[in-house]
């Protein structure tokens, strides 16, 4: 079946770096995409979204970018701080309109 | 704000027993969710509910039952519990199901089961 996936189950990054997390879908009549953060004992927190009619998007200290041709998403943070360690997932809504999650991707920021 | 609130957080239980997971959002959202997360994987969809009064199967709704209570209140219920339903389970709200917006989550109820 068509699912949601992640190439990297962990980075680790200095601090002050610039992260990129990166996720591959497989569902191209998947219209929206989510990123999620989670950090340890939490539930999953909305950090950014993005529409199949946009290819970039910018938050604070955060950049999705999606790229359809490929089926590629990617979160990228801006200069990266230790409150950024949590796990990252992406997150579709596929053809019945629910979410389909990846596995997540753990994000480790060394000081 | 709180968002969404779940209760308990935690609980252990022994095979057989039955538990009601409790849910409840202050967003005046219409949808409801209950996924479950086990390690190395995603979330998995349980069951949802569109709006007040309706109630669906998800991706893995064997041994689980819901109530959408009212708008703001979505129960999951385990009749008899397995150990198989050793998990986390997150409650998640958005405005609808069929727009395009982020559902938001509550911080988990961690069941273990003996």
């Known amino acids: 079946g068509e699912s949601v996936g992640l190439h990297l189950p962990t980075l680790s990054v200095q601090e002050g770096d610039n992260s990129i997390i990166n996720c591959a879908y497989s569902?191209?009549?998947?219209?929206?995409f989510i990123w999620y953060k989670q950090e340890s004992g939490k539930g999953p927190q909305f950090i950014i979204d993005?529409?199949?009619?946009?290819d970039k998007r910018q938050g604070q200290r955060v950049t999705v970018l999606l790229n359809k041709t490929v089926k590629h998403l990617s979160l990228q943070i801006a200069a990266t701080q230790p409150g950024d360690s949590a796990v990252y997932f992406c997150?579709?809504?596929?053809?019945?309109?629910?979410?389909?999650f990846g596995g997540g991707t753990r994000l480790m920021v060394k000081p | 704000n709180a968002g969404v609130t779940q209760t308990p957080k935690f609980q252990v239980l022994k095979t057989g027993q039955s538990m009601t997971l409790q849910c409840a959002q202050d967003?005046?959202?219409?949808?409801m969710y209950w996924y479950r997360q086990d390690p190395g994987m995603g979330l998995r969809l349980i069951y949802y509910?569109?709006?007040?009064?309706?109630?669906d199967k998800g991706e893995v709704p064997n041994g689980y039952n819901v109530s959408r209570l009212n708008k703001r209140e979505f129960s999951l219920r385990l009749e008899s519990a397995a150990p198989s339903q050793t998990s986390v389970y997150f409650c998640?709200?958005?405005?609808?199901?069929?727009?395009?917006?982020?559902?938001?989550f509550g911080d988990g109820t961690r069941l273990s089961i003996l």
């Open positions: 998640a709200s958005s405005e609808q199901t069929r727009s395009n917006q982020p559902q938001h």
């Open positions: 569902n191209s009549a998947s219209d929206y």
């Open positions: 993005i529409r199949s009619n946009m």
């Open positions: 997150a579709e809504n596929n053809a019945g309109n629910m979410l389909t």
């Open positions: 967003m005046n959202h219409n949808s």
């Open positions: 509910s569109a709006s007040e009064g309706t109630t």
